[in-house]
Nanobody
Framework: VQLQASGGGLVQAGGSLKLSCTAS????????MGWYRQAPGKERELVAS???????TYADSVSGRFTISRDYAKSTVTLQMGFLTSEDTAVYYC?????????WGQGTLVTVSS
């Protein structure tokens, strides 16, 4: 499975951005799909994840500002980001995971200017 992420860019603090990730083929609902990010000099961290039939989970730092959603028919997962701050500047990666199987997208850069 190949994951193609898009939607990154430069945005002013307080603004919004929507990231999308499309899979090359249908992904079972049993897979957890999510978004991770890695800021300069920091480790990669989970931002949000969603498995079929479950409530989404969010990192504390983005809860209430970001929303993750999946379109199973289109094999996409999106991350709607709002009230962005400079702390959200990072490369964002989409991920599909089931047990020991994990697929990663290529990453899309989000830069928030203050």
């Amino acid at each position: 499975v190949q994951l193609q992420a898009s939607g990154g860019g430069l945005v002013q603090a307080g603004g919004s951005l929507k990231l999308s990730c499309t899979a090359s083929r249908s992904i079972s609902r049993t897979y957890t799909m999510g978004w991770y990010r890695q800021a300069p000099g920091k480790e990669r961290e989970l931002v949000a994840s969603l498995m079929g039939g479950q409530l989404p989970t969010y990192a504390d730092s983005v809860s209430g500002r970001f929303t993750i959603s999946r379109d199973y028919a289109k094999s996409t997962v999106t991350l709607q980001m709002g009230f962005l701050t400079s702390e959200d500047t990072a490369v964002y990666y989409c991920n599909a995971k089931y047990r020991e199987i994990a697929y990663w997208g290529q990453g899309t850069l989000v830069t928030v200017s203050s």
